[in-house]
């Protein structure tokens, strides 16, 4: 796919991501490598209004090369992607439920979310925590380098999540499925609950979680 195509699809996956809810106002940024560079929602920008034109488009340093000035978290976006150079694209979302659980207490910093579904295993994984910092700052994006090399999907205490993928359309469906796992989570609080097992894991792509039942 040529870089206008996927400047296309950008906007297509960012004006549906914000249509259903997933990102508000001109929360939440998008990106995609590009050979040795990389597509960023600009900043302060609507992820329901983006022009591929105005796309920001960066260097690995952070330079900007073309279109408008990029998502302050754009630092958070390539230190992602030193960590993991395998994956493509990177999707991050202020969505409410999974907003919700990075502000509760007493959370498992390796894995936030036990393994509830068959497509939360095999779209996610596992789901580190990375520690507070000020959206924008340099400790964040150090931190989300760190603990990306641990998964492609990653929450951001009292932020929001940022998931990966080896294309656009990949990264934003794993992010979607992270929502609604989410919601499920929250709606599972208090009830006894029996997530997949080690050997039910084990059948889906390889991902391995150990389990029992637990009440959430």
Known sequence: MNEQAIRKQF??????????????????????????????SPTNSCLGQLEPEAISKINADGELLDGAPPTKEARLHLAYYAARPQEQAIVHLHSTYAVAISCLANLDSENVIPPLTAYFVMRIGKLPLVPFFPPGDAGLAEAVGVVAGKSHAILLANHGPVVGGRDLESAVYAAEELEETAKLYLLLRGATVSPLSLDQCSTLDGHRRASAPITL
Do not use: E
């Open 11 to 40: 906007v297509f996956f960012g004006k549906s991501l914000h249509q259903r809810g997933y990102a508000c106002g001109s929360s939440g940024n998008i990106s995609v490598r590009i050979d040795q560079d990389f597509l960023v």
